[in-house]
């Protein structure tokens, strides 16, 4: 599982809603924690026994029913894993597709569904004559992480609108970032919203409505073979 998921997986577990809504996190040092939910646990866990789960210190009586809820929390997200390698399939993909965003020298910070952060680095190509950066180069940045955000889902996505806001210029060097968020989806549409760093300033926001146009976004497996390109990153 990948670290970032790992990560993401990690808050799920202890915040969503489920058999234990009322789990508690008390801790005087990060790495030894005790919990409780519903459940007695004794006063002095010293006196009792207590055991040591995941790195967290708690009373045996608890250890039997963590272990099953993050079983099941195991299986519940065996979709949310496919899902983003499914995201990471159509990102390569695309970039691979598309000489126009190899040539900006994009790198891929995070891909997720419906969420995307990209990074460029201003090339001299990319300078107006007052020397800062071209807005179509920021325009073009914007757009490129809105599209690979938008696809993540393995469904043929174009914009049908975007606008952008030019708040701070930038120069030959700099490097900006690009997150792009999903707003709202439906069936055949939906919003994107993308902001345009340079370390901690927005420079630019960018907001994009898309429009699925049908079919596939991975190709189909060649002659001879029975699962599709999206279908092989499942397994």
């Not at 915040?15 to 009322?22: E, K, L, N, Y």
């Not at 866990?45 to 929390?73: D, K, R």
């Not at 990209?118 to 300078?127: I, K, N, Q």
Request: glycine share 6%; with cysteine.
């Amino acid at each position: 599982m990948p670290l970032e998921f790992q990560r993401e997986f990690l808050e799920v577990s202890i915040h969503r809603p489920s058999r234990f809504p009322a789990a508690v996190l008390t801790s005087s040092d990060r790495r030894t924690r005790r919990v409780s939910n519903n459940v007695t646990v004794p006063s002095n866990p010293a006196a009792s026994g207590t055991v040591n789960w995941a790195g967290w210190t708690c009373s045996p009586v608890l250890v039997i029913a963590f272990e099953e809820y993050f079983e099941e929390l195991l299986v519940s997200n065996e979709a949310a894993i496919s899902s983003y390698k499914l995201a990471q399939a159509c990102a390569d993909f695309l970039l691979s597709q598309d000489a126009t965003l190899r040539s900006l020298g994009l790198e891929r910070l995070s891909i997720k569904p419906g969420h995307a952060t990209v990074a460029m680095t201003v090339l001299p190509a990319m300078v107006n004559s007052i020397g800062i950066t071209h807005e179509g180069a920021v325009f073009t940045l914007a757009d490129a992480t809105f599209s690979l955000a938008s696809n993540s889902y393995n469904e043929r996505t174009v914009a049908a609108h975007c606008c952008i806001s030019y708040l701070q210029p930038t120069r030959l060097g700099d490097r900006l970032v690009a997150t792009a968020t999903q707003i709202g989806r439906s069936a055949g549409s939906g919003i994107y919203d993308v902001s345009v760093t340079l370390e901690n300033t927005v420079i630019a926001e960018f907001r994009a409505h898309s429009r699925v146009v049908g079919g596939a976004l991975l190709p189909v497996a060649p002659a001879g073979q029975s699962r599709t390109a999206a279908e092989s990153v499942n397994q």
